[in-house]
Antibody, heavy 120, light 112 residues
Framework: QLQLQESGPGLVKPSETLSLTCTVS??????????WGWIRQSPGKGLEWIGS???????YQNPSLRRRLTMSVDTSKNQFSLKLRSVTAADTAIYYC????????????WGQGTTVTVSS | QSVLTQPPSVSGAPGQRVTIACTGS?????????VHWYQQFPGTAPKLLIY???NRPSGVPDRFSGSKSGTSASLAITGLQAEDEGDYYC????????????FGGGTKLTVL
């Protein structure tokens, strides 16, 4: 059974870089036809797609976050990661990683989420 | 504001049928992009409920159904149960502004 688990610091200072990793177990991240995505949810708010990456390293990202965002994949570790630079309090959220079935299948497997707070 | 518009809340009594609308535009739902629906309970991750407009993943009861027409989509829940109470989100793809996956603002379902 495919499982995803987010990891990373729970507290980041303003203007610094938020770094998270998602570890995939129970299946290979290199399986074709799926991307691997990040979604966040600000406190008491709705869901916002951050970006998605293919095992080859190809990405597509939310235009509103693109200039601050770097995504990467490590197939040897079955992991993918995100770095969000120059964070502010507005980046405080629960960050989820999920398997992205592109436009046809939606996000069909989710991690449990990790809370990131931006504060000095 | 979200690119996809949902009612903030809906409610219904046990056993009733409720629907949740998701209104988009010609750059997302109206452009033919599929709509997906997610169910979320407090403190938990969203769960895929409907994909590709009308399809249910394995394990999702047939009380849940999806439809799409023009620039809108809809989630219907029949035989409402207390455990259905939670938040529901629609999601699609928007081709404007370099393209982006977009979510609706979410609908809080209350079972009376």
């Amino acid at each position: 059974q495919l499982q995803l688990q987010e990891s990373g610091p729970g507290l980041v200072k303003p203007s610094e870089t938020l770094s998270l990793t998602c570890t995939v177990s129970g299946g290979s991240i290199s399986r074709s036809s799926y991307y691997w995505g990040w979604i966040r949810q600000s406190p008491g708010k709705g869901l916002e797609w951050i970006g998605s990456i293919y095992y080859s390293g190809s990405t597509y990202q939310n235009p509103s976050l693109r200039r601050r965002l770097t995504m990467s994949v490590d197939t040897s570790k079955n992991q993918f990661s995100l770095k969000l630079r120059s964070v502010t309090a507005a980046d405080t959220a629960i960050y989820y990683c999920a398997r992205d079935g592109a436009t046809i299948y939606g996000f069909d497997v989710w991690g449990q989420g990790t809370t990131v707070t931006v504060s000095s | 504001q979200s690119v996809l518009t949902q009612p903030p809340s809906v409610s219904g009594a046990p056993g009733q049928r409720v629907t949740i609308a998701c209104t988009g535009s010609t750059s997302n739902i109206g452009a033919g992009y599929d709509v997906h629906w997610y169910q979320q309970f407090p403190g938990t991750a969203p769960k895929l409920l409907i994909y590709g407009n009308i399809n249910r993943p394995s394990g999702v009861p047939d009380r849940f159904s999806g439809s799409k027409s023009g620039t809108s989509a809809s989630l219907a829940i029949t035989g409402l149960q207390a455990e259905d109470e939670g938040d529901y989100y629609c999601q699609s793809y928007d081709s404007s502004l370099s393209g982006s996956k977009v979510f609706g603002g979410g609908t809080k379902l209350t079972v009376l």
